[in-house]
């Protein structure tokens, strides 16, 4: 007796459950394989060194970038905290000239102490004001947490897992991927390229402009200049005006305090050599990166990514669109060739 083929809809059901399992951390799963991949260049040599003890060498790979990206993630979550909590108060300014000279030479408002809200008096002043909220605030804070740290797990398995096992996975997809190898490598090289585009063209050219922008402020003796950098890293995203929506609330603070030789100077960095690095290093990282995007489309993809899930929207929706654009070449060059005869 023939037994029939697993039902569709059956294996529909399966497959959507399946991605819903895996969707509250794709984003780790994603950074671990982009990660996982860079370390092969770690792992290959290490693996000869080691006469073939692949585990070992996935292990000391995995400790040795961890060494590197733990504290790189700490000093840049301290930076974008600043960051926040500066526009946060200059937010909280009432009037115009008021928040530009805040900005440029620090709170001029003393008559009221500062108060640490994130020193450990501060927190337990918070928890004890907000009465029965106390229990849920400490429940979200403790849900953020676990997320987090199983977020680290996942990363860290997976890398280990890419290094290791990540050629017999790559092996599973090709035989059982309902399209064939070829387009399955071309999909597979997509998001290689995706990544390495995002690391080259967007964080490299942005951190370059920051790294300008923050020595002009330290020059200058612009307060939160540390804060001001990051800010730039964030915004230079933008392509031409990102970095100027930083630069030039701050050139105009120093002029209204009647510091117009440090207004001068800063206008005239960030006209003349920030936007000029904007304009030549980017083009060129780009195509280091070789990210096969307009920079339109992927500065609108980061933002819709941004607006749908968060923080990792950043990543996730170049991403989401450029394996979306080979799809598309892929069906179009399917169409455009005959059939056989």
């Known amino acids: 007796m023939t037994r029939e083929p697993l039902p569709r809809w059956l294996l529909a059901i399966l497959f959507a459950l399946a991605v819903l399992s895996l969707l509250p ?3 780790w799963v994603v950074l671990a394989l982009w990660l996982g991949l860079l370390g092969e260049r770690i792992h290959k040599p290490l693996t000869r060194w080691l006469r073939g003890r692949s585990s070992l060498a996935a292990t000391l790979t995995v400790l040795l970038m961890l060494l590197i990206v733990v504290p790189l993630c700490v000093v840049v979550a301290s930076l974008v905290y600043d960051a926040v909590a500066l526009v946060q108060r200059l937010l909280e300014t009432k009037e115009g000239q008021s928040m530009f000279e805040q900005l440029a030479g620090g709170s001029s408002d003393t008559s009221q102490p500062e108060t640490d809200t994130m020193s450990v008096q501060g927190i337990t002043d918070l928890l004890m004001s907000q009465g029965g909220q106390a229990w849920s605030i400490v429940r979200r804070v403790g849900g953020a947490v676990a997320h987090v740290g199983i977020g680290l797990l996942i990363l860290v398995s997976g890398i280990f897992g890419v290094l290791v096992e990540g050629k017999a996975w790559y092996e599973w997809a090709e035989e059982h991927a309902p399209f064939s190898p070829k387009n ?56 031409a005006i990102g970095t100027a929506i930083v630069w030039a609330p701050v050139a105009a603070g120093l002029a209204l305090t009647g510091r117009t030789g440090a207004a001068i100077a800063l206008a005239a960095v960030g006209i003349g050599v920030i936007s000029m690095v904007d304009n030549l290093a980017r083009p060129y990282l780009a195509k280091r990166g070789n990210l096969k995007l307009p920079t339109y489309v992927v500065l609108v993809s980061m933002f819709g990514g941004i607006q749908l899930i968060g923080g990792w929207g950043l990543v996730l929706g170049p991403l989401v669109v450029r394996l979306a654009k080979e799809a598309i070449l892929i069906r179009s060059e399917a169409m455009a060739t005959p059939p056989p005869a």
């Open 184 to 239: 399955l490598k071309r999909f597979a090289d997509a998001f290689v390229e995706t990544g390495r585009g995002m690391a080259w063209g967007v964080v490299g050219s942005g951190l370059i402009q920051s790294i300008v922008a923050t020595v002009t402020y330290l020059i200058l003796g612009v307060p939160s200049a540390i804060a001001l950098g990051t800010l730039t890293l964030m915004f230079s995203v933008i392509p």
């Open 25 to 27: 951390f794709a984003p």
